[in-house]
T-cell receptor, first 117, second 113 residues
Framework: EAEVAQSPRYKITEKSQAVAFWCDPI?????LYWYRQILGQGPELLVQ????????DSQLPKDRFSAERLKGVDSTLKIQPAELGDSAMYLC???????????????FGEGSRLTVL | GENVEQHPSTLSVQEGDSAVIKCTYS??????FPWYKQELGKRPQLIID?????GEKKDQRIAVTLNKTAKHFSLHITETQPEDSAVYFC????????????FGKGTKLSVKP
């Protein structure tokens, strides 16, 4: 069964350093999401892509976070500089469709757990 | 902003009992309501979903009900088993046609054998 791939699984960094996470969605899924999940809470949307275009980045802290999906396939989420409060699980998800008829099922990757010291 | 409230935050039941988790949403335009199960250290996985044109949906031991007037929906698990122990998240679409999901804070369900 096809899965969303993410790397690295774990990342420990010091504050003020730069970190990057990579996501490869399920083949054919046009919509890609990055979520942040703080321990004990639900996932919070950071950014949504439809193909290579950003559809929603209203919750992305743009002073330090950036995301790209240049060819409309895999995606990278970057944090520079990292802060203590960025410690969380970063989940990537993809879906086959979105739009007028409603959101399709989101398939999540296993996540990248970031610890900022 | 729009939000999804989920209750209870923790739920402990005996094996074989039923479990009910409730969510309320604020965006009257929400039209899709999925439930995700996340086992410890694993990715969230969809277990059931319901769209706004349906009031109830059932899949074996799991059912979801939706009350659009009251803006709340519930997950019902019958004949609970230890493997049902996990964190369950409800979600609702916000923002119109783009269908972005807002998640509740989760319910940690423990099923005691």
């Amino acid at each position: 069964e096809a899965e969303v791939a993410q790397s690295p699984r774990y990342k420990i960094t010091e504050k003020s350093q730069a970190v990057a996470f990579w996501c490869d969605p399920i083949s054919g899924h046009a919509t890609l999401y990055w979520y942040r999940q703080i321990l004990g809470q639900g996932p919070e949307l950071l950014v949504q892509f439809q193909d290579e275009s950003v559809v929603d980045d209203s919750q992305l802290p743009k002073d330090r976070f950036s995301a790209e999906r240049l060819k409309g396939v895999d995606s990278t989420l970057k944090i520079q500089p990292a802060e203590l409060g960025d410690s969380a699980m970063y989940l990537c998800a993809s879906s086959l469709r979105t739009g007028r008829i409603g959101t399709g099922e989101l398939f999540f990757g296993e996540g990248s757990r970031l610890t900022v010291l | 902003g729009e939000n999804v409230e989920q209750h209870p935050s923790t739920l402990s039941v005996q094996e074989g009992d039923s479990a009910v988790i409730k969510c309320t949403y604020s965006d009257s335009a929400s039209n899709y309501f999925p439930w995700y199960k996340q086992e410890l250290g694993k990715r969230p996985q969809l277990i059931i979903d319901i769209r706004s044109n349906v009031g109830e949906k059932k899949d074996q031991r799991i059912a979801v009900t939706l009350n659009k007037t009251a803006k709340h929906f519930s997950l019902h698990i019958t004949e609970t088993q230890p493997e049902d122990s996990a964190v369950y998240f409800c979600a609702a679409t916000v923002g119109g046609s783009q269908g972005n999901l807002i998640f509740g804070k989760g319910t940690k369900l423990s099923v005691k054998p």
